[in-house]
């Protein structure tokens, strides 16, 4: 009993004197806790809040785009295809950082249509008026059929670039690989493709691509 009590006061002894020199130590790691910048914090973040536009018309779609960036919402991906409750549907997400003042109000412009020589001059129109391209899906609408749709995007209060446009469209991935260099080749940059089956062309591979243009 007595190597027993002994025991138990010693380790008792131990643990008192682990603590006191632990006690030394924590004013060094209280410091370099101190020093740890104050936005590592999760809720200082940015917090973001997004619209969606769904709709089978792409008159409409234009229309509600440029009145979500009026309210400073602007373009971030869009998509074709079957919906629960609106069919076949071209669907938009916009977002907008929560409480900050956007000084940039964006302006958008859809392009729709079944021939891509259509589009092809749809877009040159719109890139000498200063729109950038942001995104292309294809889907069938109300009205229009199959159709290829391109959105773009301008500031209007900002010194715009021209752009110069060229949409390649072929049923064969061999030949789009070809066209592509070739248009690399003239200093174009790819910017979008999509897979589908247009009214015009039946099932292709379209591709959009651009330049700067020269003033």
Do not use: H
């Amino acid at each position: 009993m007595y190597v027993r009590a002994c025991v138990c006061v010693f380790c008792l002894m131990v643990v008192i004197l682990g603590q006191a020199v632990g006690a030394k130590k924590r004013p060094v790691k209280t410091e370099l806790n101190a020093a740890a910048p104050a936005s590592a914090g999760p809720s200082l973040g940015r917090q973001y809040e997004y619209r969606i536009l769904a709709t089978n018309k792409t008159s409409t779609m234009q229309k509600e785009m440029n009145q979500a960036a009026e309210a400073g919402f602007r373009f971030e991906g869009t998509m074709g295809g079957e919906t629960s409750f609106g069919g076949s549907e071209v669907v938009v997400v916009m977002s907008r950082v929560s409480g900050a003042e956007e000084k940039d109000r964006y302006e958008y412009k859809l392009l729709a249509t079944s021939k891509t020589s259509t589009m092809q001059k749809e877009l040159q129109q719109a890139g000498n008026a200063g729109f950038q391209y942001k995104g292309q899906t294809v889907f069938s609408s109300t009205f229009g059929g199959k159709e290829v749709v391109a959105i773009l995007e301008r500031a209007p209060e900002a010194e715009s670039d021209q752009w110069e446009y060229k949409l390649l469209a072929t049923s064969r991935t061999s030949t789009m690989q070809k066209e592509l260099n070739e248009a690399g080749g003239a200093g174009f940059a790819f910017v979008g493709v999509t897979v589908g089956e247009s009214a015009f062309g039946g099932k292709e591979v379209i591709s959009i691509l651009r330049r700067t243009s020269v003033r």
